[in-house]
């Protein structure tokens, strides 16, 4: 069975462009949760979307948007980036929503390089 | 301010030998503590999820311990492997107020030498 896959793999853009990144999710998993892992740190939650709702949400400004998909794939949208957004964004999927006890499935991430 | 700190923040074994990561939390109202190993360049894996009425929790050569009264725990490696090398990442989970957070620790870097 195919994992939780992410595209691109790689990103370069500059500042005060838009970025989005995709992510699909193991069959069967109705959620997604969205991390970005700056070097040398661990991952900071984002968001998590469950059923096509947003239910968690973490301390990122409002220029980071997401949404889930039916068939349950999502995106993450960052607008006017910053040096500072340059990061490895994570996605990682589980059958229900993190308020359960199952494990996260997550992808190898994006990294977006900012100019 | 919910933290999530480990140590040693990197460690260097021999191949063969056993270790022990630390995680302390000040994270409130706990819910669930997670332990990952995230290999370079790839996304984390889950190896352990424990609750609050759980103390010990193993996935083959890997246990878990918590103390929820001291806010405390710790990943045990036995018999180490080349394989092993990576960052182990604690993720502690809290909720109140309808909502939910998960705080992750910065990791530990573990290096198995031959």
């Known amino acids: 069975d195919a994992g939780v896959t992410q595209s691109p793999t790689h990103l370069i853009k500059t500042r005060g462009q838009h970025v989005t990144l995709r992510c699909s999710p193991i069959s069967g998993h109705k959620s997604v949760s969205w991390y970005q892992q700056v070097l040398g740190q661990g991952p900071q939650f984002i968001f998590q979307y469950y059923e096509k709702e947003e239910r968690g949400r973490g301390n990122f400004p409002d220029r980071f948007s997401a949404r889930q998909f039916p068939n349950y794939s999502s995106e993450l949208n960052v607008n006017a980036l910053l040096l500072g957004d340059s990061a490895l964004y994570l996605c990682a999927s589980s059958p229900g929503t993190v308020s359960s006890n199952q494990p996260q499935h997550f992808g190898d991430g994006t990294r977006l390089s900012i100019l | 301010k919910n933290q999530v700190e480990q140590s040693p923040q990197s460690l260097i074994i021999l191949e063969g030998k056993n270790c022990t990561l630390q995680c302390n939390y000040t994270v409130s109202p706990f819910s669930n503590l997670r332990w990952y190993k995230q290999d370079t360049g790839r996304g984390p894996v889950s190896l352990t999820i424990?609750?609050?009425?759980?103390n010990t929790k193993s996935n083959g050569r890997y246990t878990a311990t918590l103390d929820a009264d001291t806010k405390q725990s710790s990943l045990h490696i036995t018999a180490s492997q080349l394989s092993d090398s990576a960052s182990y990442i604690c993720v502690v989970k809290y909720s109140g107020a309808g909502s939910y957070q998960l705080t992750f620790g910065k990791g530990t870097k573990l290096s198995v030498i031959p």
């Open positions: 424990m609750t609050f009425s759980e």
